[in-house]
């Protein structure tokens, strides 16, 4: 199974700041398998990435994925008040499918 | 649009059984495989099962193994998840989430969850 990891755990940000998410995997995730996922509180979550950097259809182009390996990045850029939420990871690589604990970025 | 709405949740005593439903819509169903994504309260998200576009292939979390059972009928648009000998630890708002392809990979679009309990 791969474990994924995401740090920090919560991250303090102020409107209209850079904010940077992490996720590292036990294993390498063959052919960059990478999701990201959004989820607002009281919501269901929603795809941003896949395939480590394509974005969803209608994902803010503020929104960035990167990475490859055991090591992946979400950024955004700028962050508007509809962006304060929790942010999973998830691998699709292997069975069975793992997503990360979550960060929660939060308004400082 | 796409849709998925779920029904089913409610609290179930520890052993008891219950089974999901998720009725989908805007899509053509049998071309995508359809999966079930749990979190228990105020806990990340779990994936459960998922199961491919023919319903031939299906896959499942160890804790999980053995007592639920994913299935589809594509003729009515609907994924189910039979859930037997339920635990206190299955407590959680399970999501539908459908996949992009007729094979499980990263989940596009979710429902909205139902809510089970398993609590005496």
């Known amino acids: 199974e791969i474990v994924m990891t995401q740090s920090p755990a919560t991250l303090s940000v102020s409107p209209g700041e850079r904010a940077t998410l992490s996720c590292r995997t036990s294993?390498?995730?063959?052919?960059?398998?990478l999701a990201w996922y959004q989820q607002r509180p009281g919501q269901a979550p929603r795809l941003l990435f896949y395939?480590?950097?394509t974005r969803a259809t209608g994902v803010p182009p503020r929104f960035s994925g990167s990475g490859s390996g055991t090591e992946f990045t979400l950024s955004i850029s700028s962050l508007q008040s509809e962006d304060f939420a929790v942010y999973y990871c998830q691998q699709y690589s292997t069975w069975p499918r793992t997503f990360g604990q979550g960060t929660k970025v939060e308004v400082k | 649009e796409v849709q998925l709405l779920e029904s089913g949740g409610v609290l179930v005593q520890p052993g008891g059984s219950l089974r999901l439903s998720c009725v989908a819509s805007?899509?053509?169903?049998?071309?995508?495989?359809m999966s079930w994504v749990r979190q228990a309260p105020g806990k990340g998200l779990e994936w459960v099962s998922s199961l491919s576009g023919s319903g031939t292939n299906t896959y499942y979390t160890d804790s999980v193994k053995g007592r639920f059972t994913i299935s589809r009928d594509n003729s009515n648009s609907t994924v189910f998840l039979q859930m037997n000998s339920l635990r206190a630890e299955d407590t959680a708002v399970y999501y539908c989430?459908?996949?992009?392809?007729?094979?499980?990979?990263?989940?596009?679009?979710w429902g909205q969850g139902s809510l089970v309990t398993v609590s005496s």
């Open positions: 989430a459908k996949a992009p392809a007729i094979l499980p990979l990263y989940f596009d679009f």
């Open positions: 294993q390498p995730v063959s052919t960059n398998y």
């Open positions: 395939a480590t950097s």
């Open positions: 805007g899509f053509t169903f049998n071309n995508f495989a």
